[in-house]
């Protein structure tokens, strides 16, 4: 019979040797590929928000003028993660800009963002602006209704308190809006006169209301003559 000779334990000995010198060692590996990868260089474009400073007094952007521009940026990888289109924006000073149309270059150096990432382009790197001279008017206030009134009854006048209200902006795009809208008012199944207090619809570009944000609309409805009556007493 042959003899059965005792398991060394020796391997194992080994590999438990000195356990703690070999765990640091593979913490600090793996620290140290975490660094490599992530301070790898990298670019990403995003978009950036547009702010215009200093208008001159007197003086509005008119027209589509564009709010956000696309900005090439380079950081380490791990920075880059991070990024959003929030955090950056674009800065551009139309202080030196005269009525009328304008070309303004816009830079790198414009571009506030993360001290972490160098913005290295900015496209447009030029924008297409147009200020005009600002001006107020007066403009009719027009009500939208919906629905109809109960059968047999009719829409016989409708009035606005105020019926003009003060807008405020580029002279041109003041002149092309001579009235504004209120946000519609229901009449379905209405029997008689109701009051509703309406929201001023602001008008699209760069025209604003001045004080009011909304008005008082009254809408009178009155019952239809009876005209199948009317007929049968001939």
Do not use: C
Not at 36 to 43: C, D, F, H, T
Not at 92 to 100: D, E, F, H, L, S
Not at 196 to 207: K, M, Q, S, T, Y
């Amino acid at each position: 019979m042959a003899m059965r000779h005792p398991v060394s334990g020796a391997p194992l000995r080994g590999l438990l040797r000195y356990w703690e010198l070999k765990l640091l060692s593979l913490v600090i590996a793996f620290t140290l590929w975490l660094f490599v990868v992530g301070g790898e260089k990298g670019e990403i474009v995003l978009s950036a928000r547009v702010e215009y400073l200093n208008v001159p007094s007197g003086l509005m952007l008119a027209g589509p003028a564009p709010d956000t521009v696309d900005v090439q940026v380079q950081g380490s990888r791990s920075a880059l993660r991070r990024l959003t289109s929030d955090d950056f924006r674009a800065q551009v000073n139309v202080a030196r800009v005269g009525a009328g149309d304008a070309l303004v270059a816009l830079h790198p150096d414009q571009v506030l963002g993360p001290r972490d990432v160098t913005v290295l382009r900015v496209s447009p790197a030029r924008l297409r602006l147009t200020l005009e001279p600002v001006a107020t008017a007066e403009v009719r206030v027009v009500p939208q209704l919906t629905g109809s009134p109960e059968p047999g009854y009719r829409v016989a006048r409708v009035s606005v308190a105020p019926p003009t209200v003060e807008v405020r902006g580029p002279r041109s795009e003041v002149a092309s809006r001579p009235r504004v809208q209120t946000s519609p008012i229901d009449i379905s199944g209405v029997r008689g006169p109701i009051t509703r207090r309406a929201e001023l619809i602001p008008a699209p570009g760069a025209v604003r209301l001045t004080t009011r944000r909304s008005v008082d609309v009254t809408v009178e409805v009155r019952e239809e003559p009876d005209t199948h009556a009317g007929r049968g007493a001939r």
